[in-house]
């Protein structure tokens, strides 16, 4: 079972809102970690999309946003573009495990 | 810009040893923040995994228990260059490295590399 677990797949007309989880299989995510979340299109490095405090770097698109309740967080995407279409992955460090651990990814596929 | 450089795609034999580079340009290495600098494995269709990180200030290396032992990181912050080592390739090792910059261990990863894809036989 994963540290931080994620639906391998969610789907989506162009302009509707999804929502990808990242649930963690211990309290980790529900203390005071935080969690990071990546876009990867295929064949391209990843690239930070919310970073702590759920802000965005410069660049990502207000329509990408994070939020954390109890034990998961979530990545919500509003208005979904075809170029959304691509593999996001969530991340946290989690001392008591050993280090950093990413989700096992969910790919976005635009209908 | 910032930006880590990689060094280019690697075709090796089973056994044999290998040493892959990451630079870092537009910021940095040393001057505080101190940053830390991570190595991420991607197999083939595979998702994204933490192999550990270096901390650019003191080179002191933090190694997933999955990865201790396999490999070794190190840095030349003359050169502003991290790099991933192994010491005896295996066909397993087949995949794609990437390298990204922290602020400290537990932040987010902000910058990477455009990644190194190793291709090792048997």
């Known amino acids: 079972q994963s540290v931080l677990t994620q639906p391998p797949s969610v789907s989506g007309a162009p302009g509707q809102r999804v929502s990808i989880s990242c649930t963690g299989s211990i309290s980790a995510i529900g203390g005071s970690l935080d969690v990071y979340w990546y876009q990867q299109v295929p064949g391209t490095a990843p690239r930070l999309l919310i970073d702590?405090?759920?802000n965005r770097p410069a660049g990502v698109p207000d329509r990408f946003s994070g939020s954390r309740s109890g034990p998961s967080a979530s990545l919500a995407i509003t208005g979904l573009q075809p170029e959304d279409e691509a593999h996001y992955y969530c991340?946290?460090?989690?001392?008591?495990?050993?280090?950093?651990?990413f989700g096992g990814g969910t790919k976005l596929t635009v209908l | 810009e910032v930006q880590l450089v990689q060094s280019g795609n690697e075709v090796a034999e089973a056994g044999e040893s290998l040493k892959i580079s990451c630079r870092g340009s537009g910021f940095t290495f040393t001057f505080p923040p101190n940053y830390w600098i991570a190595w991420v494995r991607q197999m083939p269709g595979k998702g994204l995994e933490w192999m550990g990180s270096?901390?650019?200030?003191?080179?002191?290396?933090r190694y997933s228990p999955s990865f201790q032992g396999q490999v070794t990181f190190s840095a030349d912050t003359s050169i502003t260059t991290a790099y991933l080592q192994w010491s005896s390739l295996k066909s397993s090792d087949t995949a794609t490295y990437y390298c990204?910059?922290?602020?400290?261990?537990?932040?987010?990863?902000?910058?990477w590399g455009q990644g190194t894809m190793v291709t090792v036989s048997s």
């Open positions: 702590a405090n759920n």
């Open positions: 990204a910059r922290s602020v400290h261990i537990r932040s987010p990863f902000d910058v």
């Open positions: 270096i901390y650019l200030g003191d080179s002191d290396s």
């Open positions: 991340h946290s460090f989690i001392s008591s495990m050993g280090g950093v651990f």
